[in-house]
Each structure stands twice: as C-alpha cells, then as structure tokens.
C-alpha cells in the first residue's frame, strides 16, 4: 500500500508578499467597508430604477417585480468577492427576466438583461443583430458566468447571424450586456440607470 502524501507538505512557506498582507491590520477592515458602501451603492440603483420606470410608464412585464430586492454576495468566483442585484427581477421558475448587475472585486461592473422561457418568445434571432461594439451577446449553455474575456460571449459586431441562431435553438435564454470599468464604481448609480436603458431600447420591446 503506497504511502499518502498531504499536499500541504510540499507546500511553500509564506513569501514576503503574504506575510506584509498578514501583518497589515488595515486590509480587512477596508474590505469590510468596501462590503457596506459597494452594498449601498446597488440598493440606492435600485431606487434610481424604480424612479426612471415610474416617470417613464414603462410597461414592465406584469409579474417582473419593482420591489426592491436583496444584494447578493459572493466571496470565490475565480477567487475573487462579487456582489449581484437582479432588479427588476421575475426569477421564479424557467421563466425569467432580470436587469442583473454585477460588481466583481478585481475585475469589472457588468450589466445584463437576461430572459428566458415565456419572455424569449417574443423575440427572433433577426431581433438581436447588434450593431454595437460596446455590447455583449452571451452564446454560453448558462447565462450566469461572470467573464466577458471567452468565446462564448462576444461584442455585438463581433457575432455571426449563424451563432445567433444556433444559441436560439439550443438555448432557452437571452442574454445582453454591458461592462463598465471599477474606477467608475461611485457612478454605479447613474450607470446603472443609463446600461438599463440601453439594453431594453437594444430589443426594441419589452417581453
């Protein structure tokens, strides 16, 4: 019987790197503020939200809800914290709709419009030939990855009629966005109002 060796024996010792981030008491505690203010900062989206559609009279899908919801967080999504707040929102069920935004630590803001079952079927494929390069198709089997980085989700410019088509049939979802980057994470307000508009005037209609 061979002898079972703990990974962690071979493991290096703590370089002089780890060790200053160790000793810094300062880290933590900014995260822990980051956490609360990053928080905020979506849930006061959500008001601005709700404000934009009232004065509007968008019609929203009846059973997509304005009240507002709870922010999500995450602490390992390719080792990284992320916050989500999908609003408005309907995620009962196959049927969904959700103006999802992400903030993920390290990376970028994302903003998205993600609807699948009774919603998808008022669209085509023709409806979502984008002619914007600062706006990303999803052509994954899931609409939940964070990354804008891989071949499964390409600028607007950049997908063919035929990919379009091929995730229609295969795929039971639709998913659009926009990224921003993290130096604009005190705008996430105004942001977040101006990435919504974008993506419901992108489909013309509202499922």
């Not at 989700?153 to 659009?176: A, C, M, S, Y």
């Amino acid at each position: 019987m061979g002898l079972s060796i703990d990974p962690l024996v071979n493991m290096p010792g703590i370089n002089p790197e780890e060790l200053a981030l160790l000793k810094d008491q300062h880290f933590l505690k900014a995260k822990k503020q980051i956490e609360v203010k990053v928080t905020q900062l979506l849930l006061e989206s959500q008001k601005s939200l709700i404000q934009w559609v009232e004065t509007r009279e968008i019609d929203l899908p009846d059973d997509v809800s304005l009240i507002p919801r709870k922010v999500a967080k995450g602490e390992n999504y390719a080792d990284m914290p992320y916050w989500v707040s999908d609003f408005p929102a309907n995620m009962k069920g196959t049927d969904l709709w959700s103006f999802r935004t992400v903030v993920w630590w390290g990376n970028y803001i994302s903003f998205s419009l993600i609807i699948a079952g009774k919603y998808k079927t008022a669209f085509t494929p023709f409806d979502l030939l984008l002619q914007e390069p600062d706006l990303y198709f999803t052509i994954a089997p899931s609409p939940w990855k964070l990354e804008f980085e891989n071949e499964v989700v390409k600028p607007g410019l950049e997908v063919r009629e035929e990919e379009i088509i091929q995730h229609f049939e295969n795929h039971d979802f639709i998913k659009l966005s926009v990224t921003e980057k993290l130096e604009n994470v005190n705008k996430l307000t105004d942001l977040t109002v101006v990435s919504f508009e974008k993506l419901i005037g992108t489909l013309g209609k509202l499922a």
